[in-house]
């Protein structure tokens, strides 16, 4: 077994005894890419940027993580290897009692949200930059400066997305299809603001950006096309929830 092998078994290990069932479920509340996350737990791929934020997120010490030494989760060895990832699990540590325990992130950091106002058919609005809160950070957020979060416009997107909801965003990791973004357009004329869409991501060219919109109003098209080069940005949705 290669080193890369043998921490991406540990990996598997802390992601199991942290309570995650899956690698994609793990992924998605890291803010990591599944597959980037898939090939760190079967060891093709080496484990860098990603080292420390696996070790603070499963309370594993960084050198258990990476050598095999020190604080690993409890009732586990790297020598356990389950193959089945939505098996139940037996050694994880409960995460639920009675009556209930709450307890706050462990990150200190705080993210922006940004204000908007309404501005017209299929789910547009305007970011205006204002800020309106600091809203706490969710995992996988902690270390990404440019991260901010936005409130749901309208009901284009249900049942995913609700009209008052909150999404985070994380601009510096790539979209692919399937996943929700923020779009902002270029304005048309100097002193216009930016459009804004949240939507799910289709597709892009050199030519084109396809976004598709799961609740469309009436008369109005579920696939969204735009000019590339109307594009300003398209940062990737990574959590949600209503506060």
């Known amino acids: 077994m290669t080193d890369d092998q043998e ?3 540990r990996l598997k290990l802390a992601r199991q005894a942290a309570g995650f069932r899956s690698a994609k479920a793990a992924a998605e509340s890291l803010g990591v890419a599944y597959p980037t996350y898939a090939q760190h737990e079967n060891g093709t791929r080496g484990i860098v940027r990603e080292a420390e934020l696996y070790a603070r997120r499963y309370k594993v010490s960084l050198d258990w ?3 095999g030494r020190g604080a690993g989760p409890a009732g586990s060895s790297a020598n356990d290897n389950d193959e089945d990832v939505d098996a139940p699990i037996t050694s994880a540590v409960p995460n ?3 009556p209930p325990v709450y307890q706050q992130f462990p990150s200190t950091r705080r993210i922006p949200l940004f204000g908007q ?6 789910g547009k609005f305007i970011m205006n930059g204002a800020l309106v809160a600091d809203v706490f950070c969710p995992p996988g957020l902690e270390n990404v400066p440019d ?3 936005v409130r749901v416009y309208g009901t284009s997107m249900e049942p995913r997305y609700k009209a008052g909801e909150t999404v985070w965003l994380n601009p510096q ?3 692919r299809a399937g996943d929700d973004v923020v779009v902002q357009l270029k304005p048309s004329f100097d002193g216009d603001e930016m459009a804004s869409y949240i939507k799910e991501f289709r597709s ?5 950006l396809r976004l598709w919109q799961h ?3 009436e008369g109005e098209p579920k696939e969204l096309v735009f000019d590339n080069d109307d594009v300003f940005s398209v940062h990737k949705v990574v959590h949600h929830a209503t506060l």
Request: charged share 15%.
């Open 117 to 122: 106002t309404e501005a017209g058919p299929n």
């Open 65 to 67: 993580l990476m050598r």
């Open 173 to 175: 990791l790539p979209v």
């Open 215 to 217: 609740n469309p109003e």
């Open 96 to 98: 639920a009692s009675f």
């Open 7 to 9: 921490i991406g078994a």
């Open 147 to 149: 991260a901010y979060a």
């Open 204 to 208: 892009r060219s050199s030519k084109v």
